[in-house]
């Protein structure tokens, strides 16, 4: 059952989260993205809540804003998510070195 005030969505969650991980407000995080610094707060708090959702070219900005990469933002599941933030976080020889070894499992 949710609370209220919790996600809803796998965007909204994995939105805070990664918010959460980064150490920053949402309004910082709103002005990193580039969005408008009167509404950078609310308009975050809304993405978190579900109450909207971003547009693609605002979400991509959110998350390199983040870190993370789009994918992780939206990946529904958790096991998925963690996997895509992992790869991510690899240099291209790690990246290549696991596929195979998942190419060929």
Known sequence: ???A???TSVFSKRLKEARLDAGLSQRELGL???LDPFVASTRVNRYELD???PDKATAQRLAKALGVPLAYLYA???RLA???RAFSA???TEQDR???AIEHA
Request: aromatic share 0%; hydrophobic share 50%.
């Open 1 to 3: 059952m949710l609370c």
């Open 5 to 7: 005030g919790e996600p």
């Open 32 to 34: 990193l993205a580039g």
């Open 51 to 53: 109450v909207h959702a």
């Open 76 to 78: 529904d599941s958790d």
């Open 82 to 84: 963690r996997m895509i």
């Open 90 to 92: 690899m240099d291209a």
């Open 98 to 100: 696991l596929l195979k």
